[in-house]
């Protein structure tokens, strides 16, 4: 520790070293803004081609980058009136590197980022950048395209309301702005295409992530899923929340504050407890007793919703045990304009990072309906995963990412360990001047929102701007009314009016202005002293107006605004008031830094309850009791650099334990991630290979060989020959003799088979049929797959009771499944190659054309339901639908390429209910066809 302090003092932390390896590459661009500044605005593209043909021949990224560095310097200057300072170039040569920047709030990152992506986008593969909300991607876009277009590159933006055609002109595009959320779900929506064509997105090249600590770090749990409607359960979640009022939380104990411990009590202890459940606030867990669950049991069976004779014990009753725990989480620990909004007749996510509300995004694992059933409202029908990812591994898949953000430096650790991402901090344009008190700490919650209010009011009696910072609607709102009742005007910006949060913020900084904000990361506007004049001239003269009324008002705005900053500068500039601290320190950073952009002045405190989630989580109520004890008395505050520690170490704690969480999931989510890869590599190599024939009957002689390896080792088995005879009939339909049990016959046999084939239908309608078929068998597998992962998931956790690492028995387990599940997928196209029988019928074709006109009318939509905590984007109607039309396209394509083909089953057909025909006894559904 000692020797690191020594090395720290002699050379500089890593952070300086990396700063001072980036002066002499400023320096070489510096040195070519002469020659930049000489070229004409008919050179720019010229200028970008030149360099295009420069990388064909052999030169790298690295070899042109001055030259690019400056081109795309002179055009920003050109076009927006804005030279990059030095500061901003270092920034972009991290991004470029391959590193996160972070630069501080007001830096310019949104113009920082220019060099980059450009020269990035020299090399033809594409460059995304990717945003937080739709608004900023389109303003992004819109403000930075004419400094591309300047240079000759193109500017493409994916928005949510985009169909596939718009999308896929937008991915084309030399750089593609977008969201995290819809850069994901094309990913995932690409690999459920049936053609390779309707695919929108050409690869992952390089990525720069605004605000990349809100998305990779904040949003790393928030799994994307596509989902479609699964079983109708909705009913069951009714019935179990007018009953789960009868349920009571156990005691805790007065003196420890913690529940008693059943595990170690006698029998007629545990019998005289009290409480049928406890509750974890920090993980929001629910556990029921043993008490409680034999609760449950009379409740169901009061009720009728078990039959007689059974237990909730038993299989086909325990998911009501899963039920009642989310309506227990619904109502006691997801609270309404805390955790969640009712809007519109519908529950929606409060994002607790950014305040926002989460659009088309729902609880997973049935909590959301349990919260739809605890406000009374209509229950979305449970959703089925159809395809899903995590955020960690979407941008994993890039083959440069790098991101930029005001607060990356306390996450530097997980940024390494899980995206190999190393943070450079870059230092300001011009010295910070803002000041940062210490915290006041109350007894109270009242007295610590009377002393915010007081604040407030003296701030505003002087002039100076006053930005509050809260972490709920709910707190907002209570705040807000106490300014109403002492008669000071102000505006709220929270998840119920973001539709102005442009205008708030960007007018937060007006003299005497008060905005209370819940959570002000990632919202994309600067605050600047004395309100914003380009806001002002635009609302002045309404969004209609023409290009010379604006500029005119403008003119007018700027010379107004000039006075204004300079007295809101006199008053101390932006106060930034935190009414609690956030578990995350970053997000108490993005709160303070949006004050002392730009070296103006600037001044930031954070007030504390006692009675605050991080205070009472971390610190309890022995801390409250330790401080009335030292005499500390209601309205009186604490103010001391060492409570600040003391504060700083509890959140540190929590983004260890938040880190510990996300690395956990990652290691169990790397399995599906590696099984995800490789089912989607092999579909697309399905939908690009044109003699799939080939592919099946290459297959169909290893399982030949296999069968064969097993006969001759059980050849002392009398049924052996039998056996295999019978194997081979329920495989390929075939009945072969004892003198055809030999490898070259029956492979013979497959191979006339399947040229006989080709001659009927003609290759291309084969390949067509084959391919449909390996499609639709892999997708209907891979579900299966997603659920089956998911049911191990939870199961692997009770095998640590048999000393057993849950992760290592998932991955043994997972892969295992996977396997049988490829096997399984390989031996169905088998058989219904080998099986299906090839006829020229007029009469069935003129059938099909009749079919196909009337499929041609069906409505496929999508729907925006989700399952997980994300949003959606396709319903099972929709996937229904676009399936069927796919077949129908094939079929009408087949029908074109060569001649009438009808496609007939030589087996019975086997309905869902039926018993399976292997003799298990077991419906068919549930055995042979699953």
């Not at 932390?13 to 500044?37: F, G």
């Not at 003198?739 to 084939?757: G, M, S």
Request: proline residues 3%; charged residues 30%; contains cysteine.
């Amino acid at each position: 520790m000692l020797l690191d302090k020594i090395l720290t003092a002699i050379f500089g932390t890593q952070n300086d070293r990396d700063v001072k390896n980036l002066k002499p590459i400023v320096a070489a661009i510096n040195e070519k803004e002469a020659w930049a500044a000489s070229l004409s605005a008919e050179d720019f593209p010229k200028q970008t081609q030149i360099f295009k043909e420069q990388l064909a021949s052999g030169k790298t990224l690295d070899d042109i980058l001055p030259e690019a560095f400056a081109l795309a310097r002179e055009a920003s200057k050109r076009v927006l009136g804005e030279r990059p300072y030095d500061v901003q170039l270092m920034g972009s040569l991290v991004l470029h590197s391959g590193r996160i920047t972070e630069m501080k709030t007001g830096e310019g990152k949104t113009l920082m980022c220019v060099a980059a992506a450009y020269l990035n986008s020299l090399s033809g593969k594409g460059v995304h950048i990717v945003t937080v909300n739709d608004y900023l991607a389109e303003r992004d876009a819109a403000w930075m395209r004419p400094v591309y277009a300047y240079m000759g590159q193109t500017v493409g933006t994916i928005l949510s309301n985009m169909d596939n055609a718009a999308r896929k002109q937008a991915y084309a595009c030399d750089i593609t702005y977008g969201t995290n959320n819809e850069f994901g779900f094309d990913y995932l929506r690409d690999n459920m295409q049936i053609d390779i064509n309707e695919k929108v997105q050409r690869g992952f090249n390089f990525c720069i992530v605004d605000e990349i600590d809100s998305i990779l770090i904040d949003e790393a749990r928030t799994p994307l899923i596509i989902s479609g409607r699964g079983e109708d359960d909705t009913y069951k979640y009714h019935e179990v929340d007018k009953y789960v009022g009868q349920l009571k939380e156990m005691e805790k104990d007065p003196k420890t504050g913690l529940y008693p411990d059943e595990v170690q009590m006698l029998p007629e202890e545990r019998e005289a407890l009290e409480g049928d459940y406890t509750l974890d606030e920090k993980s929001k867990r629910v556990s029921f007793t043993t008490k409680g669950m034999n609760h449950i049991d009379a409740i169901l069976h009061a009720h009728n919703l078990i039959p007689a004779g059974t237990t909730v014990y038993d299989e086909e009753n325990f998911e009501f045990v899963h039920y009642f725990t989310q309506a227990v989480r619904a109502h006691e620990l997801y609270k309404v304009d805390v955790d969640y909004l009712v809007k519109d007749g519908q529950v929606q996510i409060v994002d607790e990072f950014t305040g926002r509300i989460l659009e088309g995004r729902r609880y997973g694992d049935g909590l959301h309906q349990a919260i739809e059933a605890k406000e009374h409202l209509r229950i979305a029908q449970k959703s089925r995963t159809l395809a899903t990812i995590t955020f960690q591994n979407f941008f994993r898949m890039y083959t440069k990412l790098s991101g930029m953000t005001g607060t990356a430096a306390t996450e530097a650790i997980e940024f390494h360990n899980i995206y190999k991402l190393d943070v450079v901090a870059i230092p300001t344009n011009k010295p910070v001047a803002r000041i940062d008190e210490n915290d006041e700490v109350y007894l109270n919650e009242e007295d610590k929102w009377e002393a915010i209010a007081q604040e407030i009011k003296e701030a505003h009696a002087k002039g100076q701007p006053v930005l509050v910072g809260t972490v709920s609607v709910e707190k907002s709102e209570h705040l807000s009314a106490l300014l109403t009742r002492k008669g000071i005007r102000h505006e709220v910006l929270n998840a119920k009016n973001h539709a102005r949060e442009a205008m708030i913020v960007a007018e937060a900084g007006a003299k005497g202005a008060v905005t209370i904000a819940t959570n002000m990361a990632g919202r994309g506007t600067d605050i600047k002293l004395g309100g914003n004049p380009e806001m002002r001239a635009r609302k002045k003269v309404g969004t209609s107006a023409s290009e010379e009324q604006y500029q005119e008002a403008l003119k007018v705005e700027k010379e107004l605004h000039k006075k204004d900053q300079e007295e809101v500068k006199a008053a101390g500039g932006l106060y930034v008031i935190g009414s609690e601290r956030h578990e995350s320190r970053r997000i108490d950073n993005q709160l303070r830094g949006r004050s002392g952009r730009q070296g103006d002045p600037g001044r930031s405190k954070f007030f504390i309850s006692m009675d605050d989630d991080l205070m009472r989580l971390f610190g309890g109520e022995r801390m409250k009791n330790l401080m009335s004890r030292i005499g500390m008395q209601p309205g009186e505050p604490i103010d001391h650099p060492m409570l600040n520690k003391s504060i700083e170490k509890a959140q540190h704690k929590v983004e260890e334990r938040n880190y510990e969480i996300r690395k956990h999931l990652l290691d169990f989510d790397d399995v599906l991630n590696e099984q995800r890869g490789d089912i989607y590599k092999q579909r697309d190599n399905i939908l690009t290979d044109d003699n799939l024939a080939q592919r099946v009957l290459n297959n169909a002689k290893d399982l030949v060989q296999d069968y064969l390896d097993e006969y001759q080792a059980d050849r002392k088995n009398p049924n052996a020959q039998s056996e295999l005879i019978t194997k081979l009939r329920d495989t390929f339909g075939v009945q072969f003799t004892e003198k055809d049990l030999n490898f070259e016959a029956i492979v013979a046999h497959l191979q006339n088979d399947i040229t006989e084939k080709e001659a009927l239908a003609g290759k291309e309608n084969l390949n067509m049929f084959i391919r449909y078929q390996y499609i639709t068998t892999i997708d209907k597998k891979w579900l299966d797959q997603l659920e089956t992962l998911e049911g191990l998931r939870e199961g692997v956790s009770l095998r640590t009771y048999s000393q057993k690492n849950p992760l290592t028995e998932y991955k043994n387990d997972g892969f295992e499944i996977f396997y049988d599940m490829l096997d399984s997928i390989r031996n169905t196209i088998i058989s219904k190659l080998f099986k299906v029988r090839v006829q020229l019928n007029p009469e069935a074709q003129a059938q099909r054309a009749r079919t196909q006109s009337q499929m041609s009318n069906m409505d496929a939509h999508h729907d925006e339901s989700q399952s997980g905590f994300a949003g959606v984007r396709s319903g099972i109607n929709g996937d229904s639908a676009r399936r069927q039309a796919a077949a129908s396209s094939t079929s009408q394509r087949a029908r074109q390429g060569g001649e009438n083909v009808t496609v007939r089953r030589t087996m019975p057909k086997v309905g869902r209910n039926d018993p399976c025909p292997c003799g298990s006894g077991k419906k068919y559904k549930l055995c042979h066809g699953r």
